[in-house]
C-alpha cells in the first residue's frame, strides 16, 4: 500500500484544515486507518485511528472534539477534518495504515506510512 497524505498548509489559530490520505496499490477498505504528528523537536504522537469500516474511532486527548478521522473506501482516501486549531497543533501530519479491524494508537502497530505533510498554526 502506498499512502499520499494532502492537505496541509498555514492557518490562523482557531481555523480549520482537512487532510486527506489517497491509498494506492490495495483497496483500503482492508485497513486500519491512522493519523500521527511530529512536531518540530518532538516525537512522533497519535492523533486519530479509525477501523475499517469507519464504526470505531478513537482520538489522542489532544484532539478529542476539535479532530475527526473518516473514511470513504470507495474513493481509497481517509480524512482529518481539524478545527479549532492551536499553535501547539503544528506538526508535519502523516497517515498510516495496519492490517486489521480495530483503531489502534500504537505507532509500531502499523505497517504502512506516507509522507508527512506540514500543519502550521500561526497564534
Known amino acids: 500500500v502506498q499512502l499520499q497524505a494532502s492537505g496541509g498548509g498555514l492557518v490562523q489559530a482557531g481555523g480549520s484544515l482537512k487532510l486527506s490520505c489517497v491509498a494506492s496499490?490495495?483497496?483500503?477498505?482492508?485497513?486500519?486507518m491512522g493519523w500521527f504528528r511530529q512536531a518540530p523537536g518532538k516525537e512522533r504522537e497519535f492523533v486519530a485511528s479509525i477501523s475499517w469500516n469507519g464504526g470505531n474511532t478513537v482520538y489522542a486527548d489532544s484532539v478529542k472534539g476539535r479532530f475527526t478521522i473518516s473514511r470513504d473506501n470507495w474513493k481509497n482516501t481517509a480524512y482529518l477534518q481539524m478545527n479549532s486549531l492551536k499553535f501547539e497543533d503544528t506538526a508535519a501530519y502523516y497517515c498510516?495504515?495496519?492490517?486489521?479491524?480495530?483503531?489502534?494508537?500504537?505507532?509500531?502497530?502499523?505497517?504502512?506510512w506516507g509522507q508527512g505533510t506540514l500543519v502550521t498554526v500561526s497564534s
Open positions: 496499490g490495495r483497496t483500503l477498505s482492508s485497513y486500519v
Open positions: 498510516a495504515a495496519r492490517a486489521g479491524a480495530s483503531p489502534r494508537s500504537a505507532e509500531k502497530e502499523y505497517d504502512y
